[in-house]
Structure formats: C-alpha cells, structure tokens
Nanobody, 125 residues
Framework: QVQLVESGGGLVQAGGSLRLSCAAS????????MGWFRRAPGKEREFVAA????????YYRGSVKDRFTISRDNAKNTVYLQMNSLKPDDTAVYYC??????????????????WGQGTQVTVSS
C-alpha cells in the first residue's frame, strides 16, 4: 500500500507562486513514477505533470509548461510541484498520484494506482 498526502495549497493572487508537496509512505518510493493532476470546478480531472522514478524525465500539459516544475526527492519520499505565474484558470483541487507499473512518465490516469486526497489551489484575479 502507498499513502499519499498533499500539502501546500492555498489562495494566491494571479502572477503568484505556490509549491505543492506530496509525501508518500512506503520504502519503495523510488520505484514509482509520480504525477500531478487537477480538477477544476465543473470539469473533469486532468493531467498536469509527471516525473519518472529517478526524476530524470518529466512531462507537462501544454498550458503549464514553462510555468510549473515537477521534481522529486527520493530520500524524502516526496514529490513537488512548483507553480509560478499562476492564473485564475489554474484554480482547482490538485492531486498527486503514484504508478507502480510505469517507471517513465505518463499523462494517463489509468496507470496511476494510488491517489492523494487533494489540496485546493485558488488563484484570484
């Protein structure tokens, strides 16, 4: 079993920054690829970013590329999402997810086995 706990969400003005963290339980964190997803009000959950098991490969949705950075610290069992130049359209509940079957990066929700409870990010205009 893997438990994921997100933190770092909050209210920020447009143009501001936030850093989300996702702490994972388990001794095999370094064997999982990790992803961040989000669900905006009234919309489906969507992919945001993914990082490979080693941190050597990353993948982003187009609208956040060059603004968001995903990274991981396997020694701390933690994955991060640094979000800069935030826009009101980034308002959503953000979820981290772990895949025990994919070592690289994937934008498909279907490959992620474990999910956190989510953290709210609200960007005001």
């Amino acid at each position: 079993q893997v438990q994921l706990v997100e933190s770092g969400g909050g209210l920020v003005q447009a143009g501001g920054s936030l850093r989300l963290s996702c702490a994972a339980s388990g001794r095999t964190f370094s064997s999982y690829s990790m992803g961040w997803f989000r669900r905006a009000p009234g919309k489906e959950r969507e992919f945001v970013a993914a990082v490979s098991w080693s941190g050597g490969a990353t993948y982003y949705r187009g609208s956040v590329k060059d603004r968001f950075t995903i990274s991981r610290d396997n020694a701390k069992n933690t994955v991060y999402l640094q979000m800069n130049s935030l826009k009101p359209d980034d308002t959503a509940v953000y979820y981290c997810a772990a895949s025990t079957t994919v070592l690289g990066t994937s934008n498909s929700q279907n490959v992620y086995d474990y999910w956190g409870q989510g953290t709210q990010v609200t960007v005001s205009s």
